[in-house]
């Protein structure tokens, strides 16, 4: 994974996975693949305009709205926080996943932008990464069995 210079305002990950991209993309679009590998709970509405809610872990809940679905290539969301996390108010700052297809399986580009501080971005750009190495086991067939940060800070 790398995280390339960004502006101070985004945190930017890059993933291969050996997974086509449309395996990959039903985990972003299927709330209990979505659950495998973040989350404890949660409803999702994944359409464009469509709102979620999710407790990533313990009391800390995220929520946004679906801005683009477009199988299986782009997703975009709203993302912050309703309660605990980074002080990062809810549907507050964009998180875009596009999906790049390679001759083996699938390259991810996460870009989250608009985080109001360094620490937000350093805390978000922790999380992602945990939570984007769980996502790429689930997608090439693993378990990352039980979220290892279920009392932690999260994204």
Known sequence: MTTPATPMDTVTLERRITARPETVFGFFTDREKWLSWMGADGTFSFEPGGSYRTRVTGEDVASGRFLTVDPPARLVFTWGWEQGGPPVA???????????????????HLIHSGLPTSEACEAHAEAWQHYVDRLALRAEGGDPGPDTWTHQPTV
């Open 90 to 108: 809810a549907g507050s700052t964009r998180v875009e996943i596009t999906l790049e297809p390679t001759a083996r399986g699938t390259l991810l």
